[in-house]
């Protein structure tokens, strides 16, 4: 898959990208469930602990989905108050409707908003998260020195993310692993989205790269924690 374009990081463009997720938004949680054999729910747990949310404190989501980092937030600080934004507006009515079922709708905030244009006021967040988004958005340097705009001084954001392995053996494994994930996505009613996920995988830039652009963005103590033997990692940094 190639771009089209260079003015974007990305392989497809944001209008393509929204069609996507809308198109597989009814079946996205049990393709991550399936795909992941279960650990995203470790990794967003872990991602949240690394923001360390506080009693009474105001969050942000950017690329929220079905809202699972959300309700991760709410779990580890249930007197948090927290937005999610999304691209897709079936996601986002998903993320809604589970929101009401746990009788958390007060506390949250599902929008549609650009990660490259954030419609808040700079220090507006204690912190900021953000999971499996990052390598969708198609001006990635934008968006980090949005987030870092609208984060309050003191605050962390977190980015949890799919990486391809630096290791040669974990490759190996990788290889072997990578092409179930079409499978399944073709099985729960994805269609090519899950090509694409391996695809935009492969062409996301390397760790280093990743926790280059945070310090050029302006974000102090840049870290990248490194899971699953490398095919997800936490990258975070502060303001």
């Known amino acids: 898959m190639n771009r089209s374009t260079t003015d974007r990081d ?42 360390q949310p506080v009693s009474g404190g105001r969050y942000l989501d950017v690329g929220t989905g079905t809202g699972d980092l959300v309700f991760e937030i709410l779990r580890q600080s249930s007197d948090a108050v927290v937005d999610g934004i999304d691209p897709s507006e079936q996601m986002l009515a998903i993320a809604r409707m589970k929101a009401g079922r746990r009788g958390e709708d007060k506390s949250v905030s599902f929008f549609v908003a650009d990660a490259m244009e954030l ?7 204690d912190g900021i998260v953000s999971g499996f988004c990052f390598r969708n958005i198609e001006r990635r340097q934008k968006a980090l020195e949005e987030m870092r705009r609208v984060l309050k001084p003191g605050g962390r954001l977190v980015i949890l993310e799919a990486t391809y392995p630096e290791s040669v053996l974990v490759r190996l494994g990788y290889r072997c692993y990578t092409p179930l994930v079409p499978l399944v996505g073709r099985l729960l009613g994805g269609g090519s989205a899950y090509k694409y996920l391996v695809d935009s995988i492969e062409d996301f830039p390397r760790p280093v790269t990743v926790t280059d652009m945070f310090s050029a963005a302006g974000f102090s103590h840049v870290q990248c924690r490194m899971l ?11 303001k």
Request: proline content about 2%; hydrophobic content about 45%; some cysteine.
């Open 10 to 51: 990305t392989l497809i463009s944001a209008a393509e990208n929204r069609a996507m997720f809308d198109r597989i938004a009814k079946h996205y949680d049990a393709a991550n469930r399936a795909i992941s054999l279960g650990m995203d729910r470790v990794w967003r747990r872990r991602t949240v602990q690394v923001m």
């Open 119 to 125: 419609p808040m006021e700079a220090d507006t967040y």
């Open 228 to 238: 699953n033997m490398g095919t997800v990692c936490i990258f975070s940094g502060g």
